[in-house]
């Protein structure tokens, strides 16, 4: 079967996260800036697309090469292998991006490419005319990263980060992906209890869910390459029920979103119910300062408001120094929050024992973790 070089495009800081992910389904990897590039059949297109929890998207890499004039965009993507993807009949709108190069006029290189494209696709079906895009949709992108020109096909469509489950958010949702490599970056294993305490519409929760019974998020949805009529339809069969097969549907969870608003609560039940892990995730509308357990060597990640309204800062530092005495009496618990503020430490009293830089969007924020004491099989 034909091999490709693919790339799992992926938020800046969690390249390593979606590398270990890549490399967990077989496939070696190399770590770039925003991607991890690997070679796979149609099998690592489908099951890359079903089970990369934290990648953006996965795109085929058609071509790369020097462009640093129009003339060389043309040519250089005219003489790629563009038949091999595309049918005569194919809907194939190009999208453009262009970082510390020459050709920096996106408008004018995403045309070059479509005209490069059309000819070569001329020639080969033996057509004068313009080609009728009334096919299946195959979504290019021309990359232009100092002078060098990459072109790629995206085989998932819809991001990665949509899941599925969706009915409701809130203002300012965490993405599914950036969600799941929160709870990656953690000590949490399903027989541990695990909490949100800023659960908001139930993303962090439904992600750990979803990781503790080993269900590909990418399970209940369908991908842009499925409608393409050289993807064998078998492979997706095949790769759903591995999906099925490897799914953990009988292993216990204990885990638990609290919010102060009760509306979020509700958003939240729901997403999980569409999830179907209404009846694996609790949720309750509660302040941070309530949290009280019996339980030990749990694990808390949340993602709490940032203070970045006029108005919200003081009152968001108060609940970063309620949130320390609450959690400074639970030792055995590891906590990990995601926040902006760049005085958080201060507030919660106590320096986290390892910090990482992520983004959330466009905002630079900090992972910080603390971590409680090992379970005493893990002291062995």
């Known amino acids: 079967m034909k091999e490709y070089t ?71 993507t005219k003489a790629l ?14 999208q453009g991006k262009s970082v510390k190069s020459q050709l920096f006029s996106v408008s004018d290189c995403q045309a070059i490419v479509k005209k490069a494209i059309v000819e070569r696709l001329k020639q080969h079906y033996k057509r004068q005319a313009w080609l009728e ?30 899941r599925g489950y969706r009915v409701g958010q809130g203002e300012a949702p965490l993405k599914e992906t950036l969600a799941a490599a ?24 439904i992600e750990a869910a979803l990781i503790g019974q080993n269900i590909a998020p990418g399970f209940n949805r ?3 390459s499925e409608t393409w009529e050289w993807m064998n339809p078998k ?21 638990m979103g609290t919010d102060i608003d009760h509306r979020m609560v509700n958003i939240a039940k729901d997403n999980a119910l569409e999830a179907g892990l209404g009846d694996i995730i609790t949720f309750k509308q509660m302040q941070v300062k309530d949290f009280h357990t019996k339980e030990d060597y749990g694990v808390v990640v949340g993602n709490p408001p940032y203070g970045e309204r006029l108005g919200e800062r003081k009152e968001v530092e108060l609940m970063y120094r309620d949130m320390g005495k609450t959690f400074e009496r639970y030792p055995t618990w590891s906590k990990y929050f995601l926040t902006a503020h760049e ?36 002291n062995k």
């Open 6 to 76: 693919l790339v799992a495009t992926s938020a800046m800081g969690i390249e390593s996260i979606v590398a270990k992910e890549v490399r967990l389904l077989g496939y070696e990897c190399q770590v770039e800036n925003g991607k991890v590039i690997f070679k796979g059949d149609q099998q690592a297109i489908a099951r890359s697309n079903l089970w990369l929890r934290t990648a953006d998207r996965v795109k085929i890499i058609v071509g790369e090469f020097p462009a640093r004039t129009f003339e060389e965009l043309f040519e250089g």
């Open 81 to 94: 292998n563009w038949e091999d993807y595309l049918p005569v009949d194919a809907n194939f709108p190009v």
């Open 133 to 162: 895009e009334t096919g299946a949709l195959y979504k290019i992108e021309v990359a232009l990263h100092k002078d060098i020109a990459t072109l790629t096909i995206d085989t998932s469509g819809s991001g990665l980060h949509k």
């Open 182 to 205: 929160l709870v990656l970056l953690t000590n949490w294993t399903p027989e541990r209890p695990f909490v949100d305490p800023f659960c908001g519409s139930g993303t962090i929760p």
């Open 222 to 224: 369908d991908f842009i």
């Open 235 to 255: 492979i997706w069969e095949e790769a759903r029920i591995e999906a099925e097969d490897l799914a953990n549907y009988d292993q216990p969870l204990t885990i």
């Open 343 to 378: 005085n958080f430490e201060r507030f919660y009293g106590k320096k986290a024992t390892k910090k990482r830089k992520l983004f959330n969007g466009f905002i630079k924020t900090d992972y910080y973790q603390y971590w409680g004491e090992k379970p005493p099989q893990l």
